[in-house]
């Protein structure tokens, strides 16, 4: 799923059920800042967000294989999951 860009419509409301989504790109959507239920989720593209990924923003997405992010703080569980 896309949503990127500031003048996007789909903020946080609008993916709050989206449980099975394996791809999200959120880049420059600042609408969005809360992924934390998408627990099948397994690539993210995550340029300039509100949210900032780190262990807390991540810990329910056991799934994820792939980020691509410019904001990042604690990788802990990043490095983890993708070394």
Request: net charge positive; with cysteine.
């Amino acid at each position: 799923m896309f949503a990127n860009g500031e003048s996007c419509g789909i903020a946080d409301n609008g993916i709050k059920n989206l449980v099975n989504l394996e791809r999200l790109s959120t880049s420059y959507n600042k609408k969005i800042t809360n992924i934390n239920h998408m627990t099948n989720l397994k690539i993210l593209w995550a340029h300039d967000n509100n949210f900032v990924v780190n262990d807390e923003s991540i810990k329910h997405l056991t799934n994820l294989k792939k980020y691509i992010c410019l904001i990042i703080q604690n990788l802990k569980t990043i490095q983890m999951k993708l070394a």
